[in-house]
């Protein structure tokens, strides 16, 4: 496969006025954002409550059929939500501008087996900074999958597609796992590591907290419902781990996507960093309540320029920074999500299997980009 840089027509001036201009984009909506965005927000976590809170009341007679499928299906919005718009968002400091402090992210935790500040430290710290650069960023495969035909192949690729399944559907405790780096902390001296340890501990304390709340003592209260009270959690909990694990997986794997070695990297700019942003990351197009549901992150690529931002502006913000995309003649990576979940389905099965002829590489300027 022969690897085009997509940027390579872009001289080093031209990079970074695109970063002037995209600076631009993201001091107009700071200087907008107010109270529109605060009452936005704290209407959603409202209608979240409420939701769970109904659902869960609904599941207590989930003995009949009716109830449980209500039940089941009200529990599964409402974890998306919490887990989506709400939770990704808030840790994400979209909304610590409110100065509001149950909606910060120093204070808030959320629906997930992974503890709030594990989580912020290998999503925000790490990914939003190495964003799909190999070796960096822990997003980028989850640790489990060849992402680029660079990688050199192995037999135990062969599963990577069963492995993919299986951490779409356990996906918060995928996340929980590779927020701990659990695959280069299993060595024997790293176990005894303080600090691992500690934080293995906070991850251990969150799994019962969850566990308790969602298979003990909700089902408990539901007396003669109890085991369809457990079924219907679970059954929650896979909706949300498929749901949110699809959506990331659509964000940037896709074909497409770049991918970048670590070396790129060294001696970034500003420009070049929002250039590989873009690169690096897909969209979902869709309907306004598809992307409520994705926590807005169908918008992945402005999400991914600009993380802080509040999600309810970032569909305003994508016509702009769609724009750029037209006039500094670039791929905007978008599509339905049936087409993007093939496409990057499609893509883990070809990566699953060695390369069948040798690579060749284009030559690049600035970033060295490989074929995704």
Not at 101 to 126: A, R
Not at 216 to 230: A, K, N
Not at 283 to 305: C, D, K, P, V, Y
Not at 338 to 348: C, E, H, M, T, Y
Request: aromatic share 10%.
């Amino acid at each position: 496969m022969t690897a085009i840089d997509p940027t390579a027509h872009l001289t080093a001036e031209q990079i970074e006025e695109l970063g002037r201009e995209l600076d631009a984009i993201r001091d107009e909506v700071i200087a907008d954002r107010g109270e529109q965005d605060a009452a936005y927000i704290r209407k959603v976590i409202s209608a979240q409550r409420k939701l769970e809170l109904a659902s869960r009341g609904v599941l207590l007679f989930s003995l009949f059929p009716p109830a449980w499928l209500i039940g089941t299906a009200g529990l599964s919005v409402a974890k998306i939500m919490d887990n989506m718009e709400i939770g990704h968002n808030v840790l994400h400091g979209q909304w610590d501008w409110m100065r509001d402090p149950k909606i910060h992210s120093t204070t808030w935790e959320w629906d997930h087996v992974s503890p709030s500040d594990q989580w912020k430290h290998s999503h925000n710290e790490l990914h939003h900074t190495y964003t799909n650069v190999i070796g960096k960023d822990n997003d980028l495969g989850y640790g489990i999958m060849r992402v680029d035909e660079d990688q050199k192949w192995q037999p135990f690729h062969l599963g990577q597609p069963l492995w993919n399944l299986v951490n779409a559907c356990f996906f918060e405790y995928g996340i929980a796992a590779y927020d701990l780096e659990l695959g280069k902390n299993l060595g024997k001296r790293r176990r005894k590591d303080p600090e691992f340890r500690a934080r293995a501990r906070a991850v251990g304390r969150k799994i019962r907290k969850q566990v308790l709340k969602d298979y003990v003592i909700h089902p408990l209260l539901s007396g003669p419902s109890f085991l369809p009270t457990l079924a219907a959690t679970f059954t929650a909990n896979l909706v949300r781990n498929v749901w949110s694990h699809s959506v990331i997986m659509c964000g940037h794997f896709p074909e497409g996507v770049q991918v970048f070695e670590r070396r790129s990297i060294d001696g970034e700019t500003r420009g070049q960093w929002y250039l590989r942003q873009m690169m690096g990351s897909a969209n979902i197009s869709g309907s306004r309540a598809m992307h409520f549901m994705t926590g807005n992150l169908s918008h992945q690529i402005e999400h991914h320029l600009f993380p802080d931002l509040p999600s309810n502006r970032y569909a305003e913000v994508a016509v702009k920074v769609r724009a750029l995309f037209e006039k500094y003649e670039l791929e905007y990576v978008t599509g339905p999500l049936p087409k993007q979940v093939f496409s990057a389905w499609r893509k883990v099965v070809r990566l699953s299997l060695p390369n069948r002829k040798p690579k060749v590489r284009a030559s690049k300027r600035g970033q060295e980009v490989l074929a995704a």
